[in-house]
């Protein structure tokens, strides 16, 4: 509700008011005092009659006297009058009331009804106007930025800076273009690669597979506690469908959010959601826990080398794995990634066992080893990429490297 509005309509009743009741009221007043004037003028004009009659002879001073005294009578009876036009006139002043009280009272009522009050403020309208003003202006500034980027097409700094606004403004084509000459000249900066990455998502109704999921793994490569690149990086997991690998990347994410925070509820929710839909496959922290109570395990790092990894596709599997030295080849522990989340560190321990008998706590040495299959098979297949460790000790608890530097023959 306006209050300027009603103060306005209220200042303007109050003037008509001041136009109107005053004219009632004189009316009544007038009226009473012209009706004696009236009287009286006639009982003069009636005694200058008298007493011209009398002079001229024409009345006896006894007829006269006789006459001033009807005369006087009559006039007193006339101003005996104004009393009770007095009285009539004042029933009618009712009307004034009527004015003052009912009007408005009707008034508010009939527009509180038909009326529509909040139209009187445009305080939203205002603010619409307003949004689209600065959004106007905005368009201005990118529109001028990117006019001077096509005269500085070498400064990197401008690129991001034009790419993070198009992104702002939702123009994610452009935000890409941008941002690619951004990552050519800036190089590989975990925040040009994820603003790289999120607009070649958005541009690809959010898909994170492919040139998005491969910038996310390189920021996380650099900057393994990165919270937006492990948001991202569990995204495109599961959109790829390696529920496990987005699991551990979630988790990671919720163990650095601040406690009770809304953004850990809703991580927590990711991955009750994933467990739900895949429980054979995720292993929930209370799991990790018991297998890892009895400290049976062992951190690997895994690398490819260049010209290898040139021959793979990113979406390749690498399989990740400990043998017993002797006896049956079933994996003790086995952890499954993808070629574009290379190099990559992981810890093996009894909760990755693929049969209860044969975990990694059974065998105090053990082969490491990091395959690469094109094909997703558990089996080695002739033309697979493999690195291997021989004769690894569990209870040497420093972490050890694999490097994928040959093939399966």
């Known amino acids: 509700m306006n209050i300027l509005f009603w ?8 003037i008509a008011y001041l136009f109107i009741l005053p004219s009632f009221w004189r009316r009544q007043v007038i009226a009473d005092a012209d009706l004696d004037q009236e009287n009286i003028i006639i009982a003069q004009y009636r005694l200058a009659e008298l007493k011209q009659a009398r002079q001229s002879g024409a009345l006896t001073e006894a007829d006269y006297t006789a006459q001033l ?9 006339d101003l005996d009058i104004k009393q009770h036009k007095k009285t009539v006139n004042n029933h009618g002043r009712w009307v004034i ?4 009280l009912v009007v408005p009272l009707l008034a508010t009522g009939l527009y509180f009804l038909l009326g529509n009050y909040p139209a009187v403020s445009h305080t939203d309208e205002m603010s619409v106007d307003s949004d689209r003003l600065k959004l106007l202006e905005i368009n201005k500034m990118v529109t001028r930025l990117a006019e001077k980027m096509q005269d500085s097409p070498e400064d990197g700094q401008g690129w991001l800076m034009l790419g ?11 935000a890409v273009e941008a941002l690619a000459n951004a990552y050519r000249l800036l190089g590989e900066k975990p925040e040009v690669m994820l603003l790289y990455a999120d607009a070649l998502a958005n541009t ?3 898909n994170l597979i492919g040139k998005p999921s491969e910038l996310v793994a390189k920021v996380l490569t650099l900057e393994p506690d990165n919270m ?5 990086g569990g995204m495109s997991k599961a ?3 390696e529920d496990q690998a987005a699991y551990d990347t979630w988790k990671r994410l919720l163990d650095l959010l601040p406690p009770d925070s809304q953004a850990q509820q809703q991580i927590q929710g990711l991955l009750d959601q994933l467990v739900a839909e895949n429980p054979q496959v995720i292993v929930d922290q209370k799991s990790n826990k018991s297998a890892t109570s009895n400290g049976i395990e062992v951190k690997v790092t895994v690398e490819i080398t260049a010209d290898l990894k040139s021959t793979t596709q990113s979406d390749d599997t690498v399989f990740i794995y400990a043998q017993a030295i002797s006896g049956p080849k079933m994996p003790l522990a086995i952890a499954r990634k993808k070629v574009s989340d290379l190099p990559i560190s992981v810890t ?3 909760a990755m066992a693929m049969m209860p008998n044969m975990k990694l706590s059974n065998f105090p040495i053990v082969k490491l080893l990091a395959r690469v299959s094109s094909t997703g098979n558990a089996m080695p297949q002739q033309g697979d990429l493999i690195g291997t460790l021989d004769s690894v000790v569990l209870a040497d608890k420093a972490p050890h490297k694999i490097v994928i530097n040959g093939a399966v023959k």
């Open 239 to 241: 959109q790829s469908g």
């Open 97 to 100: 009331y009527v004015l003052l």
């Open 164 to 174: 993070r606004s198009y992104r702002a403004l939702e123009q994610y084509p452009k």
């Open 204 to 206: 690809n109704d959010k």
């Open 348 to 350: 093996l321990n009894d």
């Open 69 to 77: 005294a009807d005369l006087e009578l009559a006039l007193s009876d």
């Open 228 to 232: 937006e690149a492990l948001w991202l």
């Open 7 to 14: 103060l306005i309509v209220s200042v303007l009743v109050l």
